[in-house]
């Protein structure tokens, strides 16, 4: 099993660098955050981070 220490930020940064949330990382992050149950100031940061790049269109969100 993966380690999942950091994995929402690595996630996150994968969206970041390509500039796209598709649906597959978005589960995987929805994943993480349920496996994990609570996350680190460092992920909360990170994931408001994301939220606020597709809010100012920074980051496009795809749907298939």
């Known amino acids: 099993m993966m380690n999942t220490n950091g994995m929402i930020r690595e996630l996150v ?3 970041l ?3 796209t949330l598709t ?3 978005e589960q995987e992050i929805n994943q993480q955050l349920s496996l994990q149950g609570c996350i680190s100031d460092f992920d909360y940061a990170a994931l408001e ?3 606020r790049a597709v809010d100012e269109g920074k980051i496009r969100q795809v749907s298939y």
Do not use: I, V, Y
Request: proline share 8%; with cysteine; aromatic share 0%.
């Open 13 to 15: 940064n994968r969206a």
């Open 49 to 51: 981070c994301l939220m």
């Open 23 to 25: 649906p597959e990382l």
């Open 17 to 19: 660098l390509g500039k």
